[in-house]
């Protein structure tokens, strides 16, 4: 199974970018899909994720700011990122909780796209 990220980039402050990431190989279903982020001397935290069938969670931090989807035909998250700040800054990375055809559930990463917003 490999997820791949898009649409990491440079925005001002208050501007918006939307990340997407996509699954693909021995994938049976996705039940957990969403990102984390990691900025420099912090550890990963979590900004969104979103269950199989629709329920959310997000970091109080982008609460009202940033708006995750997925597409469960596709196995492809979104993450909607409106009015940036530049803490938000960071390597934003994909995870998916993911069950292959011969049964095996397990935790994938993606390789990470780096969002940086000036102030």
């Known amino acids: 199974v490999q997820l791949q990220a898009s649409g990491g980039g440079l925005v001002q402050a208050g501007e918006s970018l939307r990340l997407s990431c996509a699954a693909s190989g021995n994938i049976f279903s996705t039940n957990y899909m969403g990102w984390y982020r990691q900025a420099p001397g912090k550890q990963r935290e979590l900004v969104a994720t979103m269950a199989r069938y629709g329920s959310t969670n997000y970091a109080d931090s982008v609460k009202g700011r940033f708006t995750i989807s997925r597409d469960n035909a596709k196995n492809t998250v979104y993450l909607q990122m409106d009015s940036l700040k530049p803490e938000d800054s960071a390597v934003y990375y994909c995870?998916?909780?993911?069950?292959?055809?011969?049964?095996?559930?397990?935790?994938?990463w993606g390789q990470g796209t780096l969002v940086t917003v000036s102030s």
């Open positions: 995870h998916a909780n993911a069950a292959r055809w011969d049964g095996i559930i397990r935790d994938y």
